[in-house]
């Protein structure tokens, strides 16, 4: 089984700093595309940055300039360095990742169980 595992959600004041790892594991082939989602209550869940198998990144307007995505494909990891938060920011955030688990069927994607960030004014 495939499994991945957040960590570094907490409480910070705006604008401080957190950063987000979540690391794969389990049957594990191939790992394409990862990306962190958000959502806060009453709202869409919405997509905060991705990064594909050869680093390129993509981000939402809304954390362009203060958030930066990054993977280190040896440890199966995908990070988020948070700077600069807001209370906006407040939320749950997911990783994903679109994993083949096997060389004979086409990848999919999978979800964390999401970490809560709390950002106080």
């Known amino acids: 089984q495939v499994q991945l595992v957040e960590s570094g959600g907490g409480l910070v004041q705006a604008g401080g700093s957190l950063r987000l790892s979540c690391a794969a594991s389990g049957s594990i082939v191939n790992i394409n595309d990862m990306g962190w989602y958000r959502q806060a209550p009453g709202k869409q869940r919405e997509l905060v940055a991705t990064?594909?198998?050869?680093?390129?990144?993509k981000y939402a307007d809304s954390v362009k300039g203060r958030f930066t995505v990054s993977r280190d494909n040896a440890k199966n990891t995908v990070y988020l360095q948070m700077n600069n938060l807001k209370p906006e920011d407040t939320a749950v955030y997911y990783c994903?990742?679109?994993?083949?688990?096997?060389?004979?069927?086409?990848?999919?994607?999978?979800w964390g169980q999401g970490t809560q960030v709390t950002v106080s004014t």
């Open positions: 994903s990742a679109d994993i083949a688990s096997s060389i004979w069927y086409k990848s999919r994607f999978y």
């Open positions: 990064i594909s198998s050869g680093a390129s990144t």
